[in-house]
């Protein structure tokens, strides 16, 4: 079988000497050679592990879903990403894909029936990861809204603008309406554009009804 030899290393010292490099390589080789895989080797040099935007791992994506080669094999889990979110990721793109992903340091090889068992093990780790970060974002607004802190950015139209796009509002006239009323008044957008737009009118709604709920929430709703 054709499989990728993926290595990374992240500092611009290590690019530059090559630490660890070698010995990922040597790993790698030395599984190929047990297994009679046919290596096609894949360098990001100088890479940080936050995400999976690296020139080398772009291609090994490209070559992976197009079937030209059937795996990929990392020496250490930390050179594909330290990010369990981006693991479990790529975990279910091998599996629609069809192809194999192999760890060598955790013993994970997707074509096993033991590797997918950890590797589904690892998936549902992620997802327990994922809910938890939606939980507390969660909670972390709900106590800023209590505390009557102003979610979103802060406004930047001027109150008497603001004003008027409300008054506008209320007499019923569309958001499209609305933006034509003010352009046909030479009333300035914020961001300076040549006129105003239905997005434009709503984000000024949007932000006073943030205001209001701050406001409300800092009186106790009186």
């Given at each position: 079988m054709q499989v990728i030899g993926y290595l990374r290393v992240s500092t611009d010292e290590q690019a530059s000497s090559g630490l660890g490099l070698e010995a990922q390589r040597a790993r790698i080789a030395a599984e190929a050679a047990h297994k009679g895989w046919d290596v096609i080797w894949l360098v990001d040099e100088g890479y940080s592990a936050?995400?999976?935007?690296?020139?080398?791992?772009?291609?090994?994506?490209?070559?992976?879903?197009?079937?030209?080669?059937?795996?990929l094999i990392v020496a250490k889990l930390d050179r594909l990403s330290r990010s369990v979110v981006d693991f479990s990721n790529t975990l279910a793109l091998a599996k629609k894909q069809g192809w194999a992903m192999v760890l060598l340091d955790l013993g994970v090889d997707t074509s096993t029936p033991n590797g997918k068992l950890v590797?589904?093990?690892?998936?549902?780790?992620?997802?327990?990861?994922?809910?938890?970060?939606?939980?507390?974002?969660?909670?972390?607004?709900?106590?800023a809204k209590a505390r009557g802190q102003r979610l979103g950015r802060p406004r930047a139209t001027p109150d008497d603008v603001v004003d008027r796009v409300v008054d506008l509002r209320a007499t019923g006239l569309s958001l499209r309406a609305i933006a034509q009323a003010l352009t046909d008044a030479e009333i300035p957008t914020t961001r300076g554009a040549d006129g105003w737009r239905a997005s434009t009118v709503r984000r000024v709604l949007?932000?006073?009804?943030?205001?209001?709920?701050?406001?409300?929430?800092?009186?106790?709703?009186?």
């Open positions: 936050k995400s999976l935007d690296r020139p080398a791992m772009t291609e090994a994506l490209r070559l992976l879903a197009a079937r030209e080669v059937g795996a590797a589904g093990l690892m998936a549902q780790i992620a997802e327990w990861e994922r809910d938890i970060i939606a939980q507390r974002t969660r909670e972390a607004l709900a106590a949007n932000s006073h009804r943030l205001d209001l709920e701050s406001v409300a929430s800092q009186t106790g709703g009186q």
